[in-house]
């Protein structure tokens, strides 16, 4: 599965992006897939899922981001409203099959796209 996440840019706190991620090669099937982000000298964090029809979200983003699946595109899309400067970074998806309790590791996923670079400014 070759992934693609794309829709980053600059955008002015309190803002709003729609990130896309495509697979190609194929649907997703029964991966969950994952939105990573990654800012300079920080660690990947989480962001949110999409698990079959269930959709998880990390503590910093709740209510702000909501993900949605888009079956006609065959697109996974992250709805980012709200936007501050601290939510500034790389944003990664990623598809594989984690259970439940690591469904927030980077390393439970074994596909990734190239990443979109998000930016806020204050």
């Known amino acids: 599965v070759q992934l693609q996440a794309f829709g980053g840019g600059l955008v002015q706190a309190g803002g709003s992006l729609r990130l896309s991620c495509a697979a190609s090669g194929g649907t997703w099937g029964d991966y969950t897939v994952g939105w990573f982000r990654q800012a300079p000298g920080k660690e990947r964090e989480f962001v949110g899922a999409?698990?079959?029809?269930?959709?998880y979200y990390g503590d910093s983003v709740k209510v702000r981001f909501t993900i949605s699946r888009d079956n006609a595109k065959n697109t996974v899309n992250l709805q980012m409203n709200s936007l501050k400067p601290e939510d500034t970074a790389i944003y990664y998806c990623?598809?594989?099959?984690?259970?439940?309790?690591?469904?927030?590791?980077?390393?439970?996923?074994?596909?990734w796209g190239q990443g979109t670079e998000v930016t806020v400014s204050s």
């Open positions: 999409a698990r079959s029809f269930r959709y």
């Open positions: 990623a598809a594989g099959r984690p259970i439940h309790s690591t469904i927030e590791r980077p390393s439970a996923y074994h596909y």
